[in-house]
């Protein structure tokens, strides 16, 4: 009785969120716009009052996030397909075909493979993926083809087993990250504005995005940097890039923080790592089948766009041409990318941890801003590096981010110009803030 005295409306707060959860994963269909921002609003601000009431009890929150994340257990992902791609993969490596050199729709036509559910797989993915290459690195290749076997050549089985890799990986991220802070002498509550957020819940554990196992090695890593075991952190850095490619943005930057001598050495370890993952896959065709992919994202896709949707606002005003602008777009942000890059590299005090990691996380906003292409999911890596410096926008956008999924509720996924537009605004207000006030504190 005396605890729920003490704690009655963080246990209230966590009994609505369960509801929500809930409600979230078994009855809402993701076309149904105005339920799914109520909901998501209502989840945040809940999320936010937990950690403002219990921030400094650890195991309560830790049940908690626990908990929320159990709700999904039972049901489907319902705001992606992309767990249909991820369960064919996995079941074309168990009957020895690479992912990397067949395309789904080439393998239907030939009619020569039986795969385990292949018709409904192949069907619910989305004509774009089936009509392109995997585009998914080998180490979470090799989880997919890990997941279709122990799902026993079940979809359901696959799904569950892939939830236990996303609840072990926010469970690790919560341990080494929560590690990390107390080696950098900052809060060790702030890992939980990662363990408790919705937008790490929904898409992770309930949508199945691997950006979760990314984050497992890339947060341990750096706890492996900060405690000097940079041998170590290597090899793990590596299995992070390994899993989604987003890591490689940030290897220059270690050739301060290590010094010339042992960066060489830690980018032979990961490239050895890297090398020995990526073995199995590889064949002559292999480089320019994913090379040609990975383009794809740069020239043909835009979602969520920031700086891009201005650009081709205005140049449309000009008579250009949408579909030959996003190729030039394209080709030219990497460049932009490299350029950004290599001045945090050579600019910056990278020797210090804290510095290395404002590196980092300026570089993926920029990255950001400018990409054609931001899922929602793509910014739970800024919310992770946000954490280790004193920038909190990357935590207003992962809720005005719900914005973008009024795309999901229209038939022909047209995106709404003016939710996007309050979207971007209100985060680049923020961060302009923020920017002043640490200047000014500083």
Request: aromatic share 20%; hydrophobic share 55%.
């Amino acid at each position: 009785m005396s605890y729920w005295k003490l704690h009655q409306y963080p246990l209230l707060f966590v009994l609505g969120s369960l509801l929500l959860y809930a409600d979230f994963a078994h009855n809402l269909d993701r076309t149904d716009f105005l339920k799914f921002l109520a909901l998501f609003s209502a989840l945040f601000f809940l999320c936010f009052k937990l950690i403002r009431f219990e921030k400094w009890n650890f195991r309560f929150l830790l049940i908690a996030g626990i908990l929320f994340r159990l709700v999904f257990l039972s049901t489907a992902p319902n705001l992606s397909q992309d767990y249909f791609r991820f369960i064919w993969d996995g079941e074309v490596i168990l009957a020895g075909i690479n992912p990397y050199l067949f395309a789904p729709d080439t393998l239907m036509e030939q009619g020569s493979l039986a795969l385990a559910n292949m018709e409904t797989l192949h069907t619910h993915m989305g004509s774009l993926s089936a009509r392109h290459f995997s585009n998914y690195p080998p180490l979470n290749q090799i989880l997919f083809a890990v997941a279709a076997f122990f799902g026993g050549k079940s979809i359901w089985g696959s799904i569950m087993v892939m939830r236990g890799f996303m609840l072990l990986s926010d469970l690790g991220v919560y341990y080494f990250g929560r590690k990390l802070l107390k080696e950098m002498n900052l809060s060790p509550y702030l890992i939980f504005w990662y363990f408790l957020n919705p937008l790490v819940i929904i898409e992770l554990t309930g949508n199945l995005h691997f950006e979760g196992v990314m984050l497992f090695f890339f947060v341990w890593a750096i706890y492996l940097l900060a405690i000097k075991k940079w041998q170590w952190a290597a090899v793990i850095l590596a299995c992070s890039i390994s899993v989604k490619l987003v890591p490689l943005l940030f290897l220059p930057l270690f050739i301060k923080h290590l010094g010339l001598r042992k960066s060489i050495l830690f980018y032979v370890l990961i490239g050895a790592t890297c090398l020995l993952l990526f073995a199995p896959f590889y064949t002559s065709e292999f480089i320019q089948n994913y090379s040609k992919t990975i383009g794809l994202w740069f020239s043909n896709f835009e979602f969520n766009a920031g700086l891009y949707n201005v650009i081709k606002k205005l140049a449309v005003q000009f008579d250009a041409k949408p579909w030959e602008l996003i190729k030039t777009y394209g080709k030219i942000t990497p460049y932009i990318t490299i350029l950004i890059v290599l001045l945090f590299t050579f600019f910056r005090r990278n020797q210090k941890l804290p510095i290395l990691l404002s590196s980092m996380f300026w570089i993926l906003t920029l990255y950001y801003f400018m990409s054609a292409t931001v899922h929602p999911w793509y910014i739970i890596f800024l919310i992770v590096l946000g954490i280790y410096t004193q920038f909190r926008f990357p935590l207003l956008w992962s809720a005005t981010i719900v914005l973008s999924y009024f795309a999901y509720s229209q038939s022909d996924f047209k995106e709404n110009l003016c939710l996007l537009t309050i979207e971007y605004l209100s985060v680049y207000a923020f961060m302009i803030y923020e920017i002043i006030a640490h200047r000014n504190k500083t």
